[in-house]
């Protein structure tokens, strides 16, 4: 193509700019060798071409900038149109002429001048040129562009890379670009992607103690001390990854628990059905209930000082699985649920069952608790109505009684356990002890391990059941049957002899 000069054809110098860089955004040929161009009689092949059109490239340009425009903003809207074609190269060539001439339109260059870098990925050249742009006009309009064109290259680069390493991409911004423009925006990012992260991690890390902790309960003291590993990995990463700290005092207080929890239960077998012991410490309670406890029974008096040596009593009443295991039968009258406490067995048939299953387990340390011992073992330090406090509004968590049993036995340990450990000592059903009733029992206590075995022909049986109101299920509340009868409402928990 052929352009007129001024004189002969009415052609502005930015038409001129303009068409010349349309004719460069001819490609050039991107085969291994063509037969067209043809210099000299023969073919020229691919790296002739191409070196042909570096030098063609060239010479635009040069004629570019020999007709730029004087006014810089019409350059710099030149530079964009080639930009916007593919022609970094003309663009660039541009740009920089405008830079040279130390004008107002000096921002905008470089702000433009970043873009374009960007574009062909020099980012090392893009923040030279950013620096350049916020420190010598940093109260410019294009400052604030070229510094947010810098950051979103950051942010589109990082696209769905994992958290820690977009964490470690602004962070290299933020030590790039130290108290830069967009520095609190970065940061507030980086915290945005912590909270995130964290929020996924102390999900993970409180499951896991969850877990550790319902291993605890249940005596399974490997399991619990997996979980912990775990949640201690789960820290350890989220440290390692992200800085994020987690709660680890939480996971130092669990191995403490589940350790001194695991001195304190022995698991025993007979017949293929296990049942844990926890080992009751020795001390001193005072037994019995203050003369103004609400609901209170005169055969709950006078409140006297007992010392108990320490002995090991089940952590839940004797199961109909734990029966059958041993006597080869089931006299429940809910039957259909293994795990629901064996009732309707007398005192009587108690007394058989113990006696077998010393036999089976070759010693003669199983036995019914004391009255003493049940109350002692069933307050757990306490001294209110209930081992869980003194309002009733809280026996629903701890205990199955008339408001919430449904007429019925439910399984053992679907409750609270009191603070040793000890479940369904509250509620459920009432349970055989030792001692012969006696309303003037308390009178004749002696001072340590007291027995009362005299005259009378009922047994005492603690603790309330399903059936009964909130009232008959308190701590120091006695009960009391005659040994040979069998209810739905009466089973019994087993002690070990220390």
């Excluded at 036995?367 to 003194?390: D, M, V």
């Excluded at 309002?391 to 019925?408: M, Q, V």
């Excluded at 029992?441 to 009922?458: E, F, I, N, T, V």
């Amino acid at each position: 193509m052929i352009f007129k000069s001024r004189r002969s054809h009415p052609v502005t110098p930015l038409l001129t700019l303009i068409l010349l860089i349309c004719i460069g955004c001819k490609s050039t040929p991107d085969t291994p060798s063509q037969t067209d161009p043809v210099k000299g009689g023969r073919t020229v092949v691919a790296d002739d071409a191409q070196a042909l059109h570096t030098q063609t490239t060239g010479n635009k340009a040069s004629r570019l900038l020999l007709d730029l425009p004087e006014d810089s903003a019409a350059a710099l809207k030149l530079a964009r149109s080639g930009l916007a074609a593919g022609q970094f190269y003309q663009a660039i060539q541009i740009v920089d002429a405008v830079l040279s001439r130390q004008d107002s339109s000096r921002p905008d260059a470089l702000a433009l001048k970043i873009e374009i870098l960007l574009g062909e990925n020099d980012l090392k050249a893009a923040e030279e040129a950013e620096d350049r742009l916020v420190i010598l006009y940093p109260d410019h309009p294009a400052a604030k562009k070229g510094a947010r064109l810098v950051y979103q290259y950051y942010l589109k680069q990082m696209g769905k890379s994992s958290s820690a390493e977009k964490i470690n991409s602004l962070e290299s911004y933020l030590k790039r670009h130290p108290g830069g423009m967009l520095h609190r925006e970065a940061a507030e990012r980086i915290e945005k992607i912590r909270a995130e992260t964290r929020s996924r991690y102390q999900k993970r890390f409180d499951e896991n103690l969850a877990m550790a902790q319902g291993f605890i309960r249940q005596g399974r003291f490997e399991n619990a001390r997996k979980e912990l590993d775990a949640a201690e990995a789960v820290s350890g990463e989220a440290f390692a990854l992200y800085k994020v700290s987690l709660d680890t005092d939480r996971i130092v207080d669990l191995r403490d628990v589940a350790e001194k929890k695991q001195d304190r239960i022995e698991t025993a077998q007979v017949n293929g059905v296990s049942f844990r012991m926890i080992r009751i410490p020795a001390g001193e309670f005072l037994m019995g209930s203050p003369s103004d406890e609400k609901g209170r029974d005169a055969d709950e008096g006078p409140q006297h000082k007992v010392r108990l040596t320490a002995f090991w009593m089940a952590e839940s009443e004797v199961t109909q699985r734990l029966w059958h295991a041993v006597m080869g039968n089931n006299p429940s009258s809910f039957k259909g649920c293994d795990d629901c406490p064996v009732e309707t067995v007398s005192w009587d048939d108690v007394q058989e069952f113990i006696g077998e299953l010393n036999r089976l387990k070759e010693t003669d340390k199983y036995r019914l608790p004391t009255e003493a011992e049940w109350e002692y073992a069933a307050r757990s330090g306490s001294t209110t109505r209930y081992y869980c406090g003194n309002d009733a509004r809280r026996l629903g968590d701890f205990a199955w009684y008339s408001k919430n049993s449904k007429g019925r036995a439910h399984p053992v340990m679907q409750k609270n356990p009191n603070g040793w450990g000890l479940y369904d000592m509250d509620g459920n059903i009432y349970e055989w002890c030792e001692d012969v009733y006696s309303s003037k029992a308390y009178q004749r206590h002696q001072k340590k391990d007291p027995l009362y075995l005299g005259g009378g022909s009922l047994r005492v049986v603690r603790g309330g059941s399903w059936n009964l109101r909130s009232r008959c299920i308190r701590s120091a509340d006695r009960g009391k049957d005659t040994p040979f009868r069998r209810y739905d409402r009466i089973g019994f928990r087993l002690v070990r002899a220390k």
